[in-house]
Nanobody, 125 residues
């Protein structure tokens, strides 16, 4: 089985930056994908970004494109989400998720088999 643990969330002023980490244990999938999702109170969990362990095909939601960067460190079995130019609308619980293979519907929660517990990101105006 796979276990994911997010960290790095916190309170930041609008325009600031934050870097989230997701540690992966149990096993990794060389041909798989790691996704980032977020969920604000009263809202559906929404897609943020996805990247492959083997590189390539990194994709972002339009709402974060140009501001967020997803990356990975295969040696450390970790993935990261660098968030710059943060806006109050980015406030949410952020989750990392794992898929054994590239998910057909990478932007949907059903495309991923494993999920972390989430980490809170709050952006003040």
């Amino acid at each position: 089985q796979v276990q994911l643990v997010e960290s790095g969330g916190g309170l930041v002023q609008a325009g600031g930056s934050l870097r989230l980490s997701c540690a992966v244990s149990g096993r990794t999938f060389s041909s798989g994908a790691m996704g980032w999702f977020r969920q604000a109170p009263g809202k559906e969990r929404e897609f943020v970004a996805v990247t492959r362990w083997n590189g390539g095909s990194t994709l972002y939601a339009d709402s974060v494109k140009g501001r967020f960067t997803a990356s990975r460190d295969n040696g450390k079995n970790a993935v990261y989400l660098q968030m710059n130019s943060l806006k109050p609308e980015d406030t949410a619980v952020y989750y990392c998720a794992a898929a054994p293979t590239w998910p057909r519907d990478y932007y949907r929660t059903v495309g991923y088999d494993y999920w972390g517990q989430g980490t809170q990101v709050t952006v003040s105006s």
